[in-house]
């Protein structure tokens, strides 16, 4: 008499259970669909935001990305020669194009110089051929090529609290420096750039919507302005050697100040020198994988750590930043599977007990307790269905009241935040492998509650029931 339920009588007994516990069933497919659809609603509106904010930080680069990185040796923070990361630049697509190299006169000794806290970045020709207007070859043999931001130097412009940095910088401009290209920049001239120049200054500027409190703002006010272009000359060693000159008249000038004023003990023959690989990158999902931190850079595992900046917009400081807001988004899923699975276990108990004179007659007619979990587990992976159809809903109207709510500032407020001519169409949705995950976690809830309950469906607990009754 065993096993005389075949394949599709389970599927039919399983749609019977539906219909007649629709008020339970009902219970849980809304319980559920509410919980995992306002998930799936976050994960749209999260989606859209980086794809957006990625797409304008590549605006004034014909969609590509530039930036520095490097790997930095975890045990004395020092940082490896640039070709540790060339390798790991190519396996991401990504095209080297040369270095920028800063030298700091702030060795930890102080001199009286203008230019000692004022940190020199000089970066090759290869990797800024896509900024110059100029041919290098034409810079007078006097000057020094630099690329300037764009909309010319902040510091160009004399103020009442200029320092004496601000005066020696305007001079060099003026007697030293030779335009031959511009950088990008994102910064309000009149509110940022002339800040920027001063050093310690350390700016919050991001990309929050106006108007008081609003949840977007709690990503948005993780997104800093994340580029490394100076609003200082970056000086573009095209291989003539007046970088070179250039520098070793300055270390020539800051040796001579620290024989006046310093002991012999404490004197520095060179500045400290730090290089960075320069790269492109033209595809945002390159830059994302290349960017987050592996999981052993992520626990703390790894002997050396990736760094990567903007060299121009701040597409790698939103990939770090919603990466982290990632990781709590799924900390969030995994309390919220658990909450579901606990009522669904809860509701389905009841539904599963008061089925007993049921699953007797199952038993009756030869049904093995295999054969009746297949029933329910077929219930439940229905409810699972009708779950994932109505949360997938709930995430659509989530999504598209948000839109409708902050399309029109938010869309004015990335204008302004990136300086763009126009304005730019924002996306408050967008898919990624995240919803897979929503969706493989609202299944697995059917095998998780039946394990759970298994137990119900012996005869022996089926006969218990029946006797309590």
Same mark, same amino acid.
């Given at each position: 008499?065993?096993?005389?339920?075949?394949?599709?009588?389970?599927?039919?007994?399983?749609?019977?259970?539906?219909?007649?516990?629709?008020?339970?069933?009902?219970?849980?497919?809304?319980?559920?669909?509410?919980?995992?659809?306002?998930?799936?609603?976050?994960?749209?509106?999260?989606?859209?935001?980086?794809?957006?904010?990625?797409?304008?930080?590549?605006?004034?680069?014909?969609?590509?990305?530039?930036?520095?990185?490097?790997?930095?040796?975890?045990?004395?923070?020092?940082?490896?020669?640039?070709?540790?990361?060339?390798?790991?630049?190519?396996?991401?697509?990504?095209?080297?194009?040369?270095?920028?190299?800063?030298?700091?006169?702030?060795?930890?000794?102080?001199?009286?110089?203008?230019?000692?806290?004022?940190?020199?970045?000089?970066?090759?020709?290869?990797?800024?051929?896509?900024?110059?207007?100029?041919?290098?070859?034409?810079?007078?043999?006097?000057?020094?090529?630099?690329?300037?931001?764009?909309?010319?130097?902040?510091?160009?412009?004399?103020?009442?609290?200029?320092?004496?940095?601000?005066?020696?910088?305007?001079?060099?401009?003026?007697?030293?420096?030779?335009?031959?290209?511009?950088?990008?920049?994102?910064?309000?001239?009149?509110?940022?750039?002339?800040?920027?120049?001063?050093?310690?200054?350390?700016?919050?500027?991001?990309?929050?919507?106006?108007?008081?409190?609003?949840?977007?703002?709690?990503?948005?006010?993780?997104?800093?302005?994340?580029?490394?272009?100076?609003?200082?000359?970056?000086?573009?060693?095209?291989?003539?050697?007046?970088?070179?000159?250039?520098?070793?008249?300055?270390?020539?000038?800051?040796?001579?100040?620290?024989?006046?004023?310093?002991?012999?003990?404490?004197?520095?023959?060179?500045?400290?020198?730090?290089?960075?690989?320069?790269?492109?990158?033209?595809?945002?999902?390159?830059?994302?994988?290349?960017?987050?931190?592996?999981?052993?850079?992520?626990?703390?595992?790894?002997?050396?750590?990736?760094?990567?900046?903007?060299?121009?917009?701040?597409?790698?400081?939103?990939?770090?930043?919603?990466?982290?807001?990632?990781?709590?988004?799924?900390?969030?899923?995994?309390?919220?599977?658990?909450?579901?699975?606990?009522?669904?276990?809860?509701?389905?108990?009841?539904?599963?007990?008061?089925?007993?004179?049921?699953?007797?007659?199952?038993?009756?007619?030869?049904?093995?307790?295999?054969?009746?979990?297949?029933?329910?587990? !077929?219930?439940?992976?229905?409810?699972?269905?009708?779950?994932?159809?109505?949360?997938?809903?709930?995430?659509?109207? !989530?999504?598209?009241?948000?839109?409708?709510?902050?399309?029109?500032?938010?869309?004015?407020?990335?204008?302004?935040?990136?300086?763009?001519?126009?304005?730019?169409?924002?996306?408050?949705?967008?898919?990624?492998?995240?919803?897979?995950?929503?969706?493989?976690?609202?299944?697995?809830?059917?095998?998780?509650?039946?394990?759970?309950?298994?137990?119900?469906?012996?005869?022996?607990?089926?006969?218990?029931?029946?006797?309590?009754?």
């Amino acid at each position: 008499m065993k096993n005389r339920l075949h394949f599709f009588d389970i599927l039919h007994l399983s749609w019977i259970n539906i219909s007649q516990h629709k008020a339970r069933s009902a219970i849980i497919v809304t319980t559920i669909s509410i919980l995992f659809g306002l998930l799936i609603g976050v994960s749209f509106v999260l989606n859209g935001l980086e794809t957006t904010l990625l797409d304008v930080s590549s605006a004034k680069t014909d969609g590509k990305f530039y930036v520095t990185t490097y790997h930095r040796q975890v045990n004395n923070n020092k940082i490896a020669p640039v070709d540790s990361v060339s390798e790991l630049l190519s396996t991401h697509h990504a095209t080297a194009l040369g270095t920028l190299t800063t030298y700091n006169f702030n060795t930890g000794i102080s001199v009286s110089l203008p230019f000692v806290n004022l940190p020199l970045e000089v970066i090759d020709l290869s990797a800024v051929t896509d900024f110059l207007t100029t041919d290098p070859s034409q810079v007078p043999v006097d000057k020094v090529p630099v690329l300037a931001p764009a909309g010319g130097f902040p510091v160009a412009n004399k103020s009442d609290q200029d320092t004496s940095q601000d005066q020696w910088l305007r001079e060099q401009i003026d007697t030293k420096y030779y335009i031959v290209g511009y950088l990008p920049i994102m910064a309000e001239p009149d509110n940022h750039i002339r800040e920027i120049t001063r050093p310690g200054y350390s700016d919050s500027f991001t990309p929050t919507i106006p108007g008081g409190f609003n949840l977007l703002n709690l990503v948005l006010g993780k997104i800093n302005y994340g580029t490394t272009a100076s609003m200082q000359p970056v000086l573009v060693d095209d291989g003539s050697g007046k970088v070179d000159t250039y520098i070793g008249e300055l270390t020539d000038v800051w040796i001579q100040a620290q024989s006046v004023e310093l002991e012999e003990a404490f004197r520095r023959d060179t500045p400290a020198r730090s290089e960075y690989a320069v790269a492109r990158f033209n595809s945002a999902q390159d830059l994302i994988d290349y960017t987050i931190p592996t999981t052993e850079e992520l626990f703390g595992n790894s002997s050396s750590q990736l760094v990567t900046s903007d060299l121009t917009g701040n597409a790698s400081d939103v990939t770090i930043a919603f990466h982290y807001i990632r990781l709590q988004y799924i900390a969030i899923i995994a309390v919220i599977l658990i909450t579901a699975v606990l009522i669904t276990i809860f509701t389905f108990s009841q539904l599963v007990d008061q089925d007993a004179p049921t699953i007797a007659l199952y038993h009756s007619m030869g049904a093995s307790t295999n054969n009746i979990s297949l029933i329910y587990l !077929f219930y439940l992976l229905k409810l699972c269905i009708f779950t994932i159809i109505a949360s997938l809903v709930i995430g659509l109207i !989530f999504s598209g009241a948000t839109a409708a709510l902050n399309a029109a500032p938010f869309a004015q407020r990335l204008q302004d935040f990136y300086l763009l001519s126009t304005t730019p169409h924002v996306s408050f949705i967008g898919i990624s492998q995240d919803l897979l995950f929503i969706i493989l976690a609202i299944i697995a809830t059917a095998p998780i509650v039946l394990a759970f309950t298994q137990k119900h469906f012996s005869a022996q607990y089926v006969a218990k029931r029946l006797k309590a009754r």
